[in-house]
């Protein structure tokens, strides 16, 4: 059995050295980057081979990469870098990287033509000034080899490791059993279509009820394919913290042998949460645990593939006892896992750490995207810009001279766009174009005086920088599938005004990130209508998809239609005292545990405070605006088996879906909204959009998100085949059709 490793990642492993050093060096971006080395290579000889590949082996070592470009009349293989700024700035260590693959590179050339020896030059070239610096060495084919052979045997032991590991891991895999006696209704459809989708590399939606079991439902299936489909990796991506913890529970449930697991699992959190000091920048002089980080990561490392599962709390256990930073050691980590769980944005965002990492290895992954029906908006989020004019001035105020100009020029742009306005809140069909090269012009002076000042760096500046490089980055890819527009307001004798992009169909970016998995698997309560994902996130043509047999009985929720009451806006006034009532009157019939969910923190207020006045004896728990992860458990542990009482919160908020109250804990649900977005001038241009691109703009907007908060709130009663509840549908507009034809096929309307 040969193990394959890209020159690239051999010399990330063997040849990484030092402090690790964020301080602001602005890189040039991946576009930059491939369009500087063709200019490098159209500066060349009709000779040069650009992207030249190269392989070579080593005992069970097979390395291979792409060197970029070879001069056969001057026999020099080149190592093209990019940069911006100042090139002493380039730390030692990175440069040493940067020789060692050139090294590489030059014995496979060596090995490959038969040659005796071979130039060796990095070219730097600064993509601002396009201007090269240029360092050479002669190296000897012998001198070459054993550099090579020296770099490959620091790599050998582990790779024969992680061979050893691979065998292990598929062996289990292949003997893997269910860890029930038997599966739930539905389960084992579900599990069988996972199984068939990974073997045929295709793409599934499964709708599948909440209590089924989706996570060990889907997990299971998968992990028995990767030994048959050579997978490397399978990612569980989710939308929120709960999901995370339900597939580390999910794998420590399949496989419960502890550290003896054969299974590498990864939890993979935010930077912010990860961090030790927050308050320090990220290099040796700053942060102790970014001091010499290089030269301790090879035993953290080991130390962290000794665990089976790396949890948040693991892992930061792991990188403290080696006095390394945990993030960074997480991020080595996904390079080394069998089952990394993450949020969606570390694989479908622009510069997406496992997308990236699975395109340079040429990894075979399969993803399982779990809570799909929040992928739509949250990758909105991801490819959408914005910037405020008060921000710019804020910065512009304290900036240093260098920028004085660059801002300058910005700002009278800004102004310039007023006179376009013709209301507070406009779309215009193309975005500005001397405003947007005002913008660039601005963006390159603060790299390039961050280049020169990298400790003059205030948050606000900061902060501006990387808000203008996305829009910049946004702007770069404006469509039909974006709405520019700009929101005028006064501020005192002034005219400020903030300007949006906003990605409203995302399917552009998602559907490729889909399409270069084996496999994908996005599943979720409530994926209806299946069109309206299949538009919306790019789904392949082939994509199969299916509803999966619910295990619960309409016997066991009682679901009432309350549509004597209107709950829009004009009508709220007169739904409070009939929603109170009703409440009211439930909770005297059968008491215990209730969620009552609105559409907005200011109606829930009003009718708690209308209960607690007119029923004072029934407890009440309300969520607060902006709940912190502790205080959001604090409001859900009043939640016991034998308390009684009614919990407020806001439809499509932290306790609308991920939330698990089985039992006597939560007994039954109040929805009092259809949970359709404001009616504002941003949705309603976002409807227009919908009617031209899928011809259904209300429903695309309005109804299809609404309903599916309702059910995702609804499913939190029913969480067992034991469970029993009752659910109260609260407005006139859920007895429309339309409406009942999204709900769950399984509750009876009553």
Not at 261 to 273: G, H, M, S, T, Y
Not at 390 to 398: C, D, P
Request: contains cysteine; hydrophobic residues 40%.
């Amino acid at each position: 059995m040969s193990y394959r490793v890209a020159v690239r990642a051999l010399c990330e492993f063997t040849a990484k050295v030092g402090d690790l050093d964020l301080r602001f060096t602005p890189s040039p971006t991946a576009q930059q980057g491939i369009a500087g080395h063709r200019t490098v290579a159209s500066r060349r000889s009709a000779q040069y081979q650009a992207e030249l590949s190269l392989e070579g082996q080593y005992q069970a070592l097979t390395v291979r990469g792409r060197a970029d470009g070879y001069d056969p009349d001057a026999n020099v293989l080149e190592e093209v870098k990019t940069y911006r700024g100042d090139f002493t700035a380039i730390p030692a260590n990175h440069r040493q990287l940067h020789w060692a693959q050139a090294r590489v590179y030059g014995w496979l050339l060596c090995q490959s033509l038969q040659l005796a020896q071979v130039n060796l030059a990095l070219v730097y070239f600064d993509i601002v000034s396009e201007k090269e610096t240029r360092l050479q060495e002669t190296w000897s084919a012998a001198d070459l080899q054993q550099f090579f052979e020296q770099q490959c045997g620091l790599f050998l032991t582990w790779a024969e490791q992680e061979m050893a590991h691979r065998q292990a891991r598929d062996a289990a895999a292949r003997a893997l059993a269910f860890p029930h006696a038997q599966f739930r209704t539905g389960q084992r459809a579900l599990a069988e279509a996972v199984y068939k989708t990974a073997s045929t590399g295709r793409c599934l939606m499964a709708q599948a009820p909440t209590g089924i079991g989706k996570t060990i439902g889907t997990l299971f299936p998968l992990l028995k394919a990767m030994p048959g489909q050579q997978l490397d990796k399978l990612l569980f991506l989710t939308a929120k913290t709960p999901g995370r913890k339900l597939a580390l529970d999910a794998a420590q449930v399949l496989y419960p042998e502890g550290l003896a697991a054969p299974l590498r699992v990864l939890e993979l959190v935010a930077r912010d949460k990860a961090c030790e000091y927050p308050e320090n920048a990220c290099n040796g002089d700053s942060c102790p645990l970014a001091r010499g980080f290089y030269d301790r990561l090879p035993a953290a490392r080991q130390a962290a593939v000794a665990q089976s599962a790396l949890d948040q709390q693991t892992l930061r256990n792991v990188a403290l006892a080696h006095e390394v930073c945990p993030y960074y050691l997480s991020q080595e980590m996904a390079r080394w896992a069998d089952l990394v769980i993450a949020d969606y944005n570390y694989y479908f965002d622009f510069s997406a750490l496992l997308y990236g990492l699975a395109q340079a290895n040429q990894w075979r992954v399969a993803t399982l995207v779990d809570e799909a029906h929040n992928l739509v908006e949250r990758a909105r989020q991801m490819y959408s810009a914005s910037l405020d004019q008060q921000t710019l001035n804020s910065v512009r105020h304290s900036a240093p001279a260098p920028l004085e100009k660059p801002f300058k020029r910005l700002n009278r742009e800004w102004n310039a766009l007023h006179k376009e306005q013709v209301g507070p809140y406009q779309v215009h069909p193309q975005l500005p174009a001397k405003w947007l090269s005002a913008l660039s012009a601005c963006i390159t002076a603060i790299g390039d005086y961050l280049n020169d000042h990298p400790q003059g760096l205030s948050g606000n500046l900061q902060g501006f920088y990387f808000e203008a490089l996305q829009f910049n980055r946004v702007a770069e890819l404006f469509d039909g599938h974006f709405l520019f527009d700009v929101s005028l307001r006064e501020d005192g004798k002034r005219r400020l005004s903030q300007l949006n992009l906003r990605n409203v169909v995302p399917a552009g970016f998602i559907g490729p990130r889909l399409k270069s998995a084996q496999s994908n698997v996005l599943f979720s309560a409530t994926l209806s209508p299946q069109i309206y994902y299949a538009n919306l996130l790019g789904l392949p043509s082939d994509t199969v998809w299916m509803d999966v047999e619910s295990p619960f009985q309409a016997e066991q929720l009682s679901v009432h239609l309350v549509s004597r009451i209107s709950t829009r806006f004009v009508h709220r006034q007169a739904s409070l005292e009939p929603i109170v009532e009703l409440i009211a009157r439930q909770f005297e019939q059968s008491p215990g545990n209730y969620l009552a969910f609105f559409s907005s923190f200011d109606y829930l207020q009003q009718v708690a405070e209308l209960l607690a006045e007119r029923h004072p004896q029934v407890t009440q728990w309300l969520q607060a605006r902006r709940m912190d992860e502790a205080a959001r458990q604090g409001f859900l542990d009043q939640f016991t088996m034998s308390s009684q009482g009614i919990g407020f919160a806001v439809l499509g908020g932290a306790f609308g879906e991920g939330i698990d109250l089985p039992g006597a804990r939560l007994i039954g649900a109040f929805v009092a909204t259809l949970g359709l977005a404001q009616l504002n001038p941003v949705n309603e241009q976002i409807k227009q959009r919908m009617a031209a691109l899928f011809g259904a703009g209300y429903d695309y907007t309005y109804l299809y998100p609404g309903v599916q908060k309702v059910v995702q709130a609804a499913g939190r009663v029913i969480r067992t085949q034991s469970d029993q509840g009752t659910l109260f549908l609260i407005d006139d507009r859920f007895a429309e059709p339309k409406v009942q034809q999204l709900l769950p096929r399984w509750w009876q309307l009553g």
